[in-house]
Structures are given as C-alpha cells and as structure tokens.
C-alpha cells in the first residue's frame, strides 16, 4: 500500500498537510463558502463530495473557525458540535485517524 494514498500508515499518522489543493470548493468564488441563510445548503452541496471533508472539518473545528462553510458544516453546526463534544482535544485524531464520520460525532 501507497503510505502517501489515504488509509496509509504515513497520511493515517502525519495528516495530509496538502489537502486544501484538493478541495472541491477550489472553483468557487471566496465568498461562496461565506454565506448566510438558504445559501448555505448550496455551499454544504459542494462539500459532500469533496474528498478532503473530513480533513477540512477537523481542521475548522480544531482551529475554532468561526465563519463559513467547512467540511460540509456551518458555524452554527460545529458550534453545536464542539459544545456537544467537549471532551474532544483533537478532532484531526478523531475524523481523520480514527475514520469517525462526522454523522457519527455526536
Ligand atoms: S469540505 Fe467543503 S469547504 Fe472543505 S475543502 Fe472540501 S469543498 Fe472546500
């Protein structure tokens, strides 16, 4: 197996430190993922088959993003979700190492 390919023990252990260049949302204008409201559902669509979600949405929830659109999640959303999971230090560990499916994180 590849260890730079995701499932492999280098990426599992390190991170995939490159994975913004590989965002779905890399077409979109900067502000798309910076909406309020109904726009947001659109902004979520583009995150559904982004294959770095889970890296983005760790990386937003462990930095404490406070605006926009990441990984499939509003602010609204990982504010819920960081209040919910508190016991959480790492969410890196534990959506990207761990393979835990943010549906799954509550
Ligand atoms: S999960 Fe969404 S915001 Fe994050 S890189 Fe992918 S498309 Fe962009």
């Given at each position: 197996m590849d260890p730079l390919v995701k499932g492999g023990g280098v990426r599992t252990l390190l991170?995939?430190?490159?994975?913004t260049a590989r965002?779905?949302?890399?077409?979109?204008?900067?502000?798309?993922?910076?909406v309020q409201g109904a726009a947001q559902r659109s902004a979520r669509a583009v995150c559904q088959?982004?294959?770095?979600r889970l890296e983005c949405l760790s990386d937003a929830l462990d930095n404490r993003v406070e605006f926009g659109v990441w990984g499939g999640m509003t602010e609204r959303e990982r504010r819920a979700l960081l209040r919910r999971r508190p016991?959480?230090?790492?969410w890196f560990d534990h959506l990207?190492?761990?393979?835990?499916p943010p549906e799954l994180a509550h």
């Open positions: 991170g995939d430190l490159n994975w965002g779905a949302c890399l077409e979109l204008a900067p502000d798309d993922l910076f088959g982004c294959s770095v016991e959480i230090e790492s990207v190492v761990a393979g835990e």
